[in-house]
């Protein structure tokens, strides 16, 4: 999955939904469920999520939803591996990235 955000310090749950095609109540619950996440909150309560929350999303996202772990595997996971598994996920992101602008340049040609 790739996600199309712009370069920020802080999203909304919003922005943060949309961009990984799922309803704000499921970002909501896994904020809950994973400590990793801790969004900040303003003045009003609304949740700001760091570029360090999306990374963790990101991997919880990848785990529960592409994996098909379940949210107890996924915390285990997180707690037993999840420097390397952060580490190998960010390196599986990029290689995406590359290849999808390599494919890009090829069909340009």
């Known amino acids: 999955m790739h996600l199309n955000l712009p370069d ?32 900040k909150k303003n003045a009003k309560g609304n949740r700001k999520f760091t570029p360090e929350d999306i990374k963790n999303l990101e991997l919880i996202f990848h785990l529960v939803k592409e994996r098909g772990f379940t949210l107890e595997g996924a915390k285990i996971h997180l707690k037993e591996e999840g420097h390397k598994t952060l580490n190998n996920f960010e390196i599986i992101r990029k290689l995406e990235g590359i290849k999808a602008r390599l494919t890009d340049l090829k069909n340009q040609m």
């Open 8 to 39: 920020k310090r802080y999203y909304s749950i919003g922005e943060v939904a949309t961009a990984f095609k799922v309803n704000t109540s499921l970002i909501r619950f896994w904020e809950k469920e994973f400590d990793v996440i801790k969004p």
